[in-house]
């Protein structure tokens, strides 16, 4: 018995649930411009999320907002509903649109969707955002047939006007062409399309027909971000706006006491000092005198209700809870009754520290309000939380808010937060400022690595069990740590019989053939904010479970990969991207001198993940990884280079916490501040990597997250074969990796 | 006082005081944004730009220090080197979020600018103060042996 879902349940949804969940629109409709040409957009039936209640608060202007428009000019500009933070959302949207109007790639632009949380819904979660890996795998069907749609209209105007048949016309490369060699452009053709019917329904290309999906071809955002005009929050420019930055509390839970503010009121450029409920903001005419402005300030916190344990009181805290049952997860037979019986038991407990996401571009949202309406910018990755969120602060209805998605610079979860705290903080300044002038909040790198909001800790003890001939008979598996989703408005979805799904996702679904299987959860209240973080229950429970896969493979005399196929005899995707990853690697020929590979398995994000990793140990017991090995059955490849780029960025950023990823608490204040403290992976730490993707036609799952979480007990498996030495506590620099006497 | 400084080319004068780090004179004064904000400390080089042709972390350059010299940053990079690695970058579709990659396209055109054909441990001495969190590593270190072909 499983825990009924998960985070992958929730934010990502499997091909056939999401064919299903596709609400099958009851009406379509489109809209034409006077001489702009076709836009068109398919809209979803109002009463599916909301009611009359919420179709009433959306003014239709918004409901109409298209997926697709073509211009006389001939530019097919797709309109992208979820962030672009790197992932390649809107490569991968445009894609699919290309694909079924046969455009050709460069006439294709793309512009970020309008917050609408009816048209613009993520299908996986019911509200405008994306998260979960879900962004392709949600609209995957939903843009191909905006693409197919637009073309028969296109069709339809070129029948008319050249007086064929539809079925005698061919687009091909965006260009509509017949037989006796008329052609005409998608543009040309528009204006006429637009005032044609739009068709009932359209019939989508098979895969044998795809000539976009599955090929290598350009991201839409490269030039733009090799040039330096790709435009983020932190960019946005305009008449008399003002920067602001916040004194925020040392400690959690801390509120402001009292301030002195004469000499920050004095520091040039500094324009007022305003309290606000997260703390107390500095606004300035610009970024620099913001912050200069803000060191001048002196603030006393009232610090009575605020969490003043330390990293190390929590985790002894939680290990005292390995020793005592906690709520059931999963139980399979019956785990402690196969370990009495056991040949040989296997414990090991672990320990994972809190991280900081730490995206290239620090939290930042610009606010324009006027008392009756305002504009907000920001990389909006769940803009129907941060939208509403908005409009409770200020007041306002959601039609007299306007919230602009544009570029992150990375989020890996940063950017998703069920309290939408950094759009509030802004909103806050604005309303506490009064004045109808844009205000850009941002945050500092101190602020980003101080501020919360991180990876929980969590400690874990797995306990297994092999019988005398190397057969693994019973798995305990205990799990304590604080829960993402418990008070916030996820919880609902994912806390169910004291179980917060995401804690223990990935370890109750454990896909080994073991007969007598626990997995319990304790759930700590610490008054520390957390949040996913890119793989969000994987990132620890793929490293305890395949770690300790490999502990038991020593203990069964045999090897890894063999070991883990035994288990796996009716799971063909893990097993298949095993086998390949391990064929790819050269599992079973010599690595080369010096160097040792491990291996590891991991299902999240409803994509399977082997990976392989290979290293070198130096002198003074550090290491290198040399080289990682990774294979992914993510259904369809919508594009696979940008599946690859996910891979070769995934395991770069698992591995950078690996080795060195940690935010400690000494009396609740945060130990780190910037990134010489909280070291990220550098260049000269990442390996050679090759990325290799399982030929699949089932429908898309997640590519975000699932290359993540593995690439710790890939690393920490090939530690174990050089050393003997087990990886229990994360980062690995914890530790000295020596080659000698096996001390497993 | 102002500061006469010649930026991408073009003589200008500067407004901010002298004390202001070159970074933010480039973004708010100039609305040069493409050299981004990543730490304020020289630990992301995020912000690097080049100084009388040399690469800098431009958090860390005062105003003052920049009078009479010329600064190059990602929108006036356009020379030889400039245009061979950004057509690398773009050719490998190196950028994900993008936000480090000005700066990484700044010291990679340093480094090429002195070394026509690095090694991988040329690269890995010459990035490792360049950041990113999207892990692109793989694809520089490939668009910089690209871009060598070309230089």
């Known amino acids: 018995m499983t825990a009924s879902s998960s985070l992958t349940d929730i934010f990502s949804m499997a091909p056939q649930a999401g064919a299903a969940a596709m609400p099958q629109p009851s009406r379509r409709s489109f809209l034409k411009l006077s001489g702009s040409g076709l836009i068109l957009g398919l809209a979803a039936p109002i009463p599916d999320l909301g009611g009359a209640a919420q179709a009433a608060a959306w003014p239709a202007g918004l409901a109409t907002d298209p997926f697709v428009r073509i211009g006389p000019d001939n530019i097919v500009t797709v309109i992208i509903k979820h962030l672009d933070k790197g992932q390649g959302a809107a490569t991968g949207l445009a894609t699919l649109v290309a694909e079924e109007l046969d455009a050709g790639w460069t006439q294709i632009r793309t512009e970020f969707a309008p917050s609408d949380p009816i048209i613009y819904k993520n299908f996986a979660f019911g509200v405008q955002g994306v998260g979960g890996s879900t962004g392709l795998a949600n609209s995957y069907e939903q843009y191909r047939r905006a693409g197919a749609t637009a073309r028969a209209m296109i ?152 969490e003043k344990r330390s990293t190390a009181d929590l985790v002894s805290e939680y290990r005292a809870l390995l020793d005592k049952p906690g709520a059931v997860a999963r139980k399979d037979g019956d785990a402690e009754a196969a370990l009495a019986k056991a040949a040989k038991i296997v414990t090991a407990d672990f320990e994972f520290p809190y991280l900081a996401h730490a995206p290239m571009e620090p939290l930042d949202c610009v606010v324009r309000y006027d008392g009756s309406s305002a504009e907000i910018w920001t990389g909006s990755q769940l803009q129907t939380v941060d939208h509403g969120t908005a409009c409770s602060v200020l007041g306002l209805k959601p039609e007299a808010v306007q919230l602009h998605t544009v570029w992150a610079g990375g989020s890996f979860g940063r950017r998703a937060i069920a309290d939408a705290h950094f759009v509030a903080e802004a909103c806050a300044v604005a309303k506490a400022y009064g004045k109808p002038v844009p205000i850009k909040v941002i945050w500092t790198r101190e602020d980003d690595i101080k501020g919360g909001y991180y990876r929980p800790i969590y400690v874990h ?186 891979m070769e960025g995934g395991i770069g950023y698992g591995l950078g916490a690996a080795l060195r990823g940690a935010i400690t608490l000494k009396g609740g204040e945060v130990e780190q501040a910037n990134f010489d403290t909280y070291e990220p992976l550098r260049m000269s730490d990442m390996p050679a990597i090759e990325s290799y993707i399982v030929p699949s036609a089932e429908a898309p799952t997640g590519v975000g997250e699932p290359g993540t979480p593995v690439v710790l007990p890939a690393v920490a498996n090939a530690l174990f074969r050089a050393t003997g030495q087990r990886t229990l506590q994360l980062p690995m620099n914890k530790q000295k990796y020596q080659s000698g006497p096996l001390k497993a | 006082m102002s500061i006469s400084v010649n930026i991408n080319g073009e003589k200008r004068k500067l407004d901010a005081a002298p004390d202001t780090p070159l970074l933010w004179v480039l973004r708010d004064e100039l609305g040069l944004t493409g050299t981004k904000y990543g730490c304020g400390a020289a630990l992301c080089g995020a912000c690097s730009v080049h100084l009388d042709g040399e690469v800098v972390r431009s958090c860390q350059i005062q105003a003052q220090d920049v009078e009479g010299r010329t600064v190059t940053t990602i929108e006036g990079a356009d020379d030889k080197v400039a245009q061979a690695v950004k057509a690398a970058w773009n050719k490998l579709d190196v950028a994900q979020c993008g936000y480090c990659q000005s700066g990484q396209i700044m010291s990679a055109i340093g480094l090429l600018s002195q070394n026509a054909k690095p090694t991988n441990d040329d690269i890995d001495k010459a990035m490792d103060g360049n950041v990113c969190r999207c892990a692109t590593y793989h694809r520089i270190r490939a668009a910089i042996h690209e871009a060598a072909k070309s230089v």
Request: glycine share 8%; charged share 20%.
């Open chain 1, 155 to 306: 069709l339809a105007a070129a029948a008319k006007e050249w007086g064929v048949k539809p079925s005698e016309i061919a687009i091909t490369n965006g260009v509509v062409s017949i037989k006796s060699g008329k052609t005409a452009t998608l543009g040309a053709l528009a204006d006429a399309a637009a005032k044609g019917p739009v068709p009932s329904d359209v019939t989508l290309k098979t895969p044998d027909q795809f000539v976009y999906i599955g090929k290598k071809f350009p991201r839409v955002d490269s030039a733009a971000k090799t040039n330096g005009t790709a435009k983020f929050t932190i960019d946005q420019q305009m008449e008399g706006m003002l920067v602001c930055v916040i004194a925020r509390p040392p400690k959690f839970g801390a509120t402001v006491a009292s301030f002195y503010a004469t000499a920050a009121e004095k520091s040039p450029g500094v324009v007022a000092i305003l309290q606000v409920p997260q703390g107390v903001a500095v606004l300035a005419k610009d970024t620099w005198s913001a912050i200069r402005g803000r060191q001048a300030l002196k603030v006393s916190w009232d610090e009575s209700k605020a």
């Open chain 1, 461 to 646: 003890r797995v306990r297994a069990g092999l019988d005398k001939d190397g057969n693994v008979i019973a798995w305990h598996h205990r799990i304590v740590g604080q829960s993402i989703m418990a008070g916030t408005p996820f919880e609902a979805m994912s806390v169910k019989n004291g179980i917060d799904a995401t804690s223990v996702e990935g370890a109750n679904t454990l896909p080994y053939a073991i007969p007598n299987l626990t997995v319990e959860l304790h759930t700590m209240k610490v008054g520390i904010p957390v949040l996913w973080w890119r793989s969000v229950g994987a990132t620890h429970n793929a490293h305890a479970t395949e770690h300790m896969i490999d502990l038991l493979a020593k203990e069964a005399g045999q090897d890894p990969v063999a070991f883990r196929l035994s288990l796996l005899k009716d799971k063909p995707r893990h097993a298949g991207v095993l086998k390949l990853a391990a064929d790819k690697a050269g599992w079973n020929t010599a690595p080369p001198p010096g160097t040792t590979r491990g291996v590891a398995l991991h299902e999240s994000f409803r994509s399977y993940v082997a990976q392989i990793a290979e290293v070198t140990l130096k002198p003074g017991g550090e290491f290198k990884v040399t080289r990682v090995v990774s294979a992914i059955d993510c259904g369809v490849a919508v594009n696979p280079d940008v599946v690859h780029a996910q």
